[in-house]
C-alpha cells in the first residue's frame, strides 16, 4: 500500500502541474462549461491509460531508447499543439458569440472526449511521467500485479486531477470574469501552447 502511495504522490505532483493538458482544461472549462469540461477531462485521463499502458508493459523504456520514434512522436505532439495554438488565437480575435455558437454547433460530446484523448496521446513526454512514477515506488522484482496496480493508482490520480481543473474553474463567477477578459485568456493560451509546441519539436532534434 505504500508503495502506491508514494507513487499516487509522485504522479499527482507531475499532473498538478502546468502542462498543455491542464491549461487547454481550464480554457475549456471558463469558456464551456462544467459538463464539456468534465468530458474532455475524462477524454484526457483516456489518454493517460495508454501510456500507463505503454509503461507498465516496458514500451516505454524502450520508447525511451528509440530516438527516432520518440523523435517522430515530439514532432506530432508538438504540431498539434501549434494547431491548438492556432484556434486559440482564432478565438481571441473571433467574437466570444460567435465563436461559442460556431463550437457548439459543431462540436458533439464525443468530438470533446476524442480531443482530450489525442492531446494527451500526442504527448510522448507523458510517458516518461509514468514511468518516473513507477519508479519511485514499484521494484521491477514486485511482478505485474504491482505494475498493474501502479498504472491504476496514476490513472485516478489523472482523473481526479482533471475533474478537479474542470470544477474548480467553471464557478458562474470564473467563467462570468471570463467572459470580461477571454479575449486576453485566449491570447495567453495560444503564447503557451506556442512555447510547448516549439519546445516540444525542438527537444525532438536536441535531446
Known sequence: ????????????AIAISP?????????????????????YGFGLSTGLLF????????LGLILQDSIYLLMILK?????????????????????QSQSLKREIESKSYLRWFIEGVIL???????????????????ETTKGTISLILGVITCVIVGFLTNGFYS??????FVM??????????NF????????????????AFIE
Open 1 to 12: 500500500m505504500s508503495d502506491l502511495v508514494s507513487v499516487g504522490l509522485s504522479f499527482f
Open 19 to 39: 502542462g498543455p493538458a491542464n491549461i487547454s482544461n481550464i480554457a475549456i472549462a471558463m469558456s464551456r462549461g462544467r459538463k464539456i469540461s468534465l468530458i
Open 51 to 58: 501510456w500507463g499502458i505503454i509503461a507498465a508493459s516496458g
Open 75 to 95: 514532432i506530432v505532439g508538438g504540431i498539434y499543439l501549434l494547431w491548438l495554438a492556432f484556434l486559440s488565437i482564432k478565438d481571441a480575435i473571433e467574437p
Open 120 to 138: 494527451n496521446v500526442s504527448n510522448p513526454k507523458t510517458v516518461i511521467a509514468f514511468v518516473v512514477a513507477l519508479s519511485t515506488g514499484i
Open 167 to 172: 470544477l474548480s474553474f467553471s464557478f458562474r
Open 176 to 185: 462570468n470574469w471570463y467572459q470580461k477578459v477571454n479575449r486576453w485568456i
Open 188 to 203: 495567453i493560451v495560444s503564447v503557451l501552447f506556442l512555447i510547448i509546441g516549439f519546445d516540444l519539436i525542438l527537444s
